[in-house]
């Protein structure tokens, strides 16, 4: 990701020489990368924010979104009650060599104006649940 932005900034910096524009532009991705990662919320603190029908909504979405989406099909969710809401895209899915079905996904949320992005993976219990795996 940095390439990319130092490419970007290079481009919106001008870069003049190497030596200064290489200084310039890491400044700059710098900084960018540093608002970037600032911006989103840790999801466990706003899972912590959420309501019981929040959850209750989010977690129905998350199943929803492992048991019958293809890769890169999201599924939202939102609660017009709290005004949160969230969505799950599933990203790969895999056996692992124990023979456990598990899909590597991507969970965004934004509860009380604040965004949060996780990346996790779940497998399926033997009961048929889906657990985060460790």
């Known amino acids: 990701m940095r390439n990319v932005l130092v490419l970007l900034c290079c481009g919106l910096a001008g870069c003049s020489t190497i ?68 969505s799950f895209t599933p990203r790969r899915t895999f056996i692992t060599d124990r023979g456990v079905f598990c899909r590597d996904y991507d969970e965004r949320l934004l509860v009380g104006g604040r965004d949060g992005m996780v990346q996790n993976t779940a497998c399926r219990s033997d009961d048929g649940a889906w657990t985060w795996a460790s």
Do not use: C, H
Request: net charge negative.
């Open 19 to 86: 030596d200064n524009g290489f200084k310039q532009v890491k400044q700059a991705a710098t900084g960018l990368v540093e608002r970037i990662d600032t911006a989103f919320a840790d999801p466990a603190e706003l899972y912590g924010e959420m309501s019981d029908g929040d959850v209750e909504l989010a977690v129905a979405a998350m199943r929803v979104a492992l048991e019958t989406r293809p890769t890169a099909q999201t599924v939202d969710w939102n609660n017009d009650t709290t005004g949160n809401q969230g």
